[in-house]
């Protein structure tokens, strides 16, 4: 899974409880009620009534669905109806109801509301959540090519990452925005081993170079494991790898697309042995495999992890225990893959009846950095405040506030649009434009870009493939293996029919390369 999920988020205890408010009638006697009437109850009555007519107003505002990945935070509803007085003074004309779904359980939550017609508009999507080509395939969300026509964030978004959400030329979902960035995978330093050992770690480029730093530190810091590793580790390439599908890349051969397996590839195979050879040296734990996602080890215990975002990063990452850190683009190209442009998405259900004010909440979204502060940080002065044009999250453990709305806010997309915490750094800062500029000069697009794959004659070989896979990858990527695990691993693959895949992708890529993309 590519995608920035190595943030740490604090889980929450209460769930998020979803309920609709009902007013009950209890008449009475109506007729004994109007013989005694006095001017008082009148004026009660009518009292009551303009209460029921503003209620009556209030329910004929649209209400857009939006479901969302992440824990359920007690404070959404607090910040939802935030959210929407700010929607009333802006004159939206219409009002939203935000829905957290837990992380393990957002893809099943998804595919049911899809598939049984629940009433939602707005949905995060992408390519390990939902996921997004297949709700494509089962018509479940909308073709927005031609309701995003000059809406302003369309001129926000790298063109190429348009592309690379295109299935058959027709976009299903807005990917993330920053003008010429995508996400990078990275190196993520803890900051105070940087600076006690001067690491020169700008210049580290991938994995083969960082055995000398890890023996320095793991003897002279007493670290036991300086390398930390989790069952969703990243395993960044030092070379851009354009997978087509799971198994399965393309690489560029005398002008032309050529279909190969990758784990079969030698540059796969390096990459593996050198993440054996740290863990056999003691420089990767054991547990590694098991280690959950998203787990922040104390800085005094690790050195290194990777982690996939954007300019800014380094300050959402600096979370405690590790605290501080800093961050640096592993290999010499940051790729704009189809994978990584549907790494993050919002997409509307095929569905609603309100496709034209969900595109405009979109395009708020992309474009209010109130709305979009508060979608991402809650409601000021409690869950944050701003200070010297920077946010301050509140947290119970340093400012003796409850946090009630602590929320994953890379769904939500526009991190450019966003006022940046405090400590890091945000556009106009120096060290910002440094580091986008940085992003913007490695930008380099897939071959396969907008490459959309017809599975239906491999369906069966690819289901076959993707299980493999899911059996061997993580103790091979985290190192915790042996050469004739690797083996068995590439005989299963040949009997799922890895080889059926790649001479079908071989086919279709002929195909593609040969009509006018």
Not at 505 to 512: E, F, K, P, S, Y
Request: charged letters at 30%; glycine letters at 6%; proline letters at 4%.
């Amino acid at each position: 899974m590519n995608l920035v999920k190595k943030f740490a988020y604090t889980s929450m205890a209460l769930m998020l409880a979803l309920g609709i408010s009902a007013c009950g009638n209890n008449d009475g006697n109506v007729e004994d009620e109007d013989k005694t009437e006095t001017s008082e109850s009148v004026e009660n009555k009518e009292n009551k009534d303009d209460k029921k007519d503003k209620n009556a107003k209030d329910d004929e505002v649209p209400t857009l669905t939006y479901l969302n990945i992440g824990t359920p935070q007690a404070g959404t509803e607090e910040t939802v109806s935030k959210i929407n007085e700010y929607l009333d003074e802006k004159e939206a004309g219409y009002h939203l109801n935000l829905v957290f779904y837990d992380w393990g359980d957002y893809e099943q939550r998804l595919q049911l509301a899809s598939s049984t017609g629940e009433d939602w508009d707005l949905a995060f999507t992408a390519s390990w959540a939902g996921p997004y080509k297949t709700l494509v395939s089962q018509n479940a969300l909308m073709d927005l090519t031609d309701l995003m026509e000059g809406k302003e964030f369309v001129d926000l978004i790298n063109p190429d990452m348009l592309k690379g959400v295109s299935v058959d030329g027709k976009v299903y979902g807005i990917p993330a925005a920053y003008p010429g960035v995508v996400a990078a995978n990275q190196f993520v330093w803890t900051k105070s081993m940087v600076d006690k050992y001067n690491i020169d770690y700008k210049n580290i480029q991938n994995i083969d170079q960082l055995e000398p730093i890890f023996e320095e530190v793991k003897e002279k810091e007493g670290m036991q494991y300086p390398f930390g590793v989790s069952k969703d580790f990243l395993f960044a390439m030092p070379e851009p790898v354009y997978q087509v599908t799971d198994g399965v890349a393309v690489r560029e051969e005398d002008g032309k697309l050529k279909a190969y397996n990758l784990y079969a590839d030698d540059l796969y195979k390096e990459q593996i042995m050198k993440m054996k050879d740290y863990m056999d040296k003691g420089y990767i734990s054991p547990s590694a495999p098991q280690v959950e996602p998203g787990t922040v080890m104390p800085e005094n215990e690790v050195l290194l992890t990777e982690g996939e975002g954007e300019p800014g990063s380094a300050a959402i990452w600096s979370v405690a225990p590790r605290n501080e850190v800093v961050s640096n683009i592993i290999g010499d190209k940051v790729l704009i893959s189809n994978d990584k442009a549907t790494g993050k998405m919002i997409s509307i259900n095929s569905q609603t009846d309100k496709a034209e004010l969900a595109m405009d909440f979109i395009n708020r979204m992309f474009t209010d950095k109130n709305l979009q502060d508060m979608l991402s940080y809650g409601v000021e002065g409690k869950n944050f405040e701003y200070k010297d044009g920077k946010v301050v999250k509140h947290n119970k453990d340093s400012d003796g506030i409850d946090n009630d709305y602590d929320v994953p806010s890379f769904t939500f997309l526009c991190a450019f649009n966003r006022t940046p915490l405090e400590g890091a750094p945000g556009i106009g800062d120096e060290e910002f434009d440094k580091e986008a500029k940085e992003f913007e000069d490695k930008l380099v697009a897939s071959p396969v870009l907008g490459f959309t794959l017809d599975e239906s004659k491999i369906a069966t070989e690819i289901a076959n493939v993707q299980q493999t896979q899911s059996e061997y990858t993580i103790n091979l990527k985290t190192g915790a293996f042996d050469e004739s695990y690797y083996q068995e691993f590439l005989d299963k693959l040949n009997t799922a029919g890895i080889e059926k895949v790649i001479e079908e992708v071989q086919a279709q890529l002929d195909n593609w390369e040969g009509a006018d993309k």
